[in-house]
């Protein structure tokens, strides 16, 4: 072979390694381009996996949220419509009162004392005919109707109920409707007209301030000065008991002691129940008061408020 063959030969040679080296190159560049380009694809998959997972995360939450304030209205809903079926239910009930209460200064003036036989003592507690309830009317309504309680420039004006099962009228208007504001009851071992020298009387604490959610205002000395008296009209007559003693109490407490007797050990509780007291109230009571006491629950419901009064009338 000649020379200048051989110089051919050996630069088709090389040009061969060079046109095998670029083919190995160019694979090998493919190779990494597609595993860059797989890499960056995956990558982009779980990025997007992630973006999903996110957006089924954030609308799992919104979604909940959206429940929870649907749930939220709904039970705000119901509570209101609760609330608002007792108050019209009570407002309709407070056309049986037919006259403001009599307040003590003003009955010797008012002509309201019963007659007396003629030579007939008056007594010492005055006798008020019950004029200003229509107390016939609700006892169509509702049998266990006993009369009305009321405290004058407050929102207890409601009428009184008494039964024989304590917790229903926790959970029962006065009409019998199923209903959490419940009624103004009188504790089922106590007689039904109030003759017992210690009664007790029951009624909610509602966040509406219905029923006996007045009484914590009771605590305060300046109120018990602005409404020192509660009227209850029963079949018997009218009569007003003067507050003299206000005061939280736990439910075990012995203000909720019944069954008295005049005697000494009914002068150690009203000693107990009026030493008790938040303030003075400078009202003094002794073993023949007729006494009742108010009771509800306090905000928390873990203790009670108590308003207790003496009979005067």
């Not at 006798?127 to 107390?135: C, G, K, N, Q, S």
Request: proline share 4%.
């Amino acid at each position: 072979m000649s020379t200048q063959e051989q110089r051919k030969t050996g630069k088709n040679h090389t040009a061969g390694q060079t046109n095998k080296q670029g083919s190995r190159r160019s694979s090998d560049s493919r190779s990494q381009g597609d595993r860059i380009s797989s890499r960056s694809r995956k990558r982009s998959r779980e990025a997007q996996k992630k973006r999903q997972m996110r957006l089924l995360v954030t609308g799992l939450a919104a979604g909940l949220l959206v429940c929870l304030l649907i749930f939220s209205i709904y039970k705000l809903v119901s509570i209101f419509l609760v609330y608002d079926s007792a108050d019209k239910e009570y407002e309709q009930l407070a056309e049986y009162v037919l006259q403001d209460p009599i307040p003590p200064n003003e009955l010797a003036d008012s002509g309201t004392l019963l007659n007396l036989p003629e030579g007939e003592e008056a007594p010492e507690t005055p006798l008020v005919p019950m004029t200003r309830i229509d107390l016939d009317a609700l006892q169509e309504i509702n049998s266990e109707a006993v009369g009305w309680i009321e405290i004058p420039d407050t929102i207890i004006s409601y009428p009184l109920l008494h039964t024989s099962d304590n917790s229903y009228y926790l959970s029962h208007t006065f009409q019998k409707e199923k209903n959490r504001t419940g009624s103004i009851f009188i504790e089922s071992s106590n007689k039904n007209d109030l003759t017992d020298l210690h009664t007790i009387i029951y009624g909610h604490n509602m966040k509406s301030g219905a029923m006996f959610a007045d009484l914590k205002n009771y605590l305060k000395k300046s109120y018990w000065q602005e409404h020192p008296y509660v009227y209850i009209d029963l079949a018997d007559g009218a009569h007003c008991y003067q507050i003299f003693s206000c005061h939280e109490a736990a439910v075990s407490d012995t203000c909720y002691t019944i069954g008295y007797q005049p005697d000494s050990v009914y002068e150690e509780f009203l000693s107990s129940i009026e030493s008790a007291s938040l303030f003075d109230t400078g009202v003094s009571v002794g073993r023949d008061d007729m006494v009742v006491t108010l009771s509800t629950c306090t905000n928390d419901g873990k203790n009670r408020i108590v308003v207790h009064a003496k009979k005067i009338y």
